[in-house]
């Protein structure tokens, strides 16, 4: 699953999105697609730092969910705030924001997401290749066979 949370495509997905978290968790990985220019270019990597830096401590999942239904500010302060609500050790969280490891980790995810072609959002892959099929939750599950 190839996002981006300033996306309007993306937060009308997000719904279909959790059904598939819930479904089939194992199979969902969210890929961040940040490219290096284009409206907000800054901002959307510091958002994928920063959801990169959630998972790091196993809070992925919510906190995406939290920047897709809370409109407190997505600037680094409000980043930050999203952590202490969700409970993780904010100091961990502002140091792995800055960390050369996780913005490695966003640089790979848009780059498989150029390799593949993806020119819009949501995007998913299965099995490694871009599926361009109905983002219905039946059709996805069906794609990833059940």
Do not use: K
């Not at 800054?42 to 990169?52: F, G, N, P, S, V």
């Not at 960390?99 to 020119?119: F, I, K, N, P």
């Not at 290749?129 to 996805?140: C, M, P, V």
Request: aromatic letters at 10%; proline letters at 3%.
């Amino acid at each position: 699953m190839f996002g981006d949370v300033l996306d309007s495509g993306y937060r009308a997905f997000l719904p279909v999105l959790e059904s598939l978290v819930n479904h089939r968790a194992a199979c969902v990985h969210y890929a961040h697609y940040a490219p290096p220019s284009g409206f907000h270019a800054t901002r959307r990597r510091e958002i994928a730092c920063a959801l990169e830096a959630a998972a790091r401590q196993g809070m992925f999942w919510p906190y995406h969910r939290l920047l897709l239904t809370e409109w407190v500010s997505v600037n680094r302060a409000g980043l930050v705030h999203r952590a202490h609500f969700l409970g993780m050790s904010v100091e961990r969280f502002e140091h792995d924001l800055i960390l050369d490891e996780v913005s490695h980790a966003v640089d790979h995810d848009t780059d498989w997401a150029d390799e593949l072609g993806v020119r819009r959002l949501p995007a998913i892959a299965i099995d490694g290749r871009h599926y361009d099929g109905s983002l219905q939750r039946t059709a996805i599950l069906a794609a990833l066979g059940g």
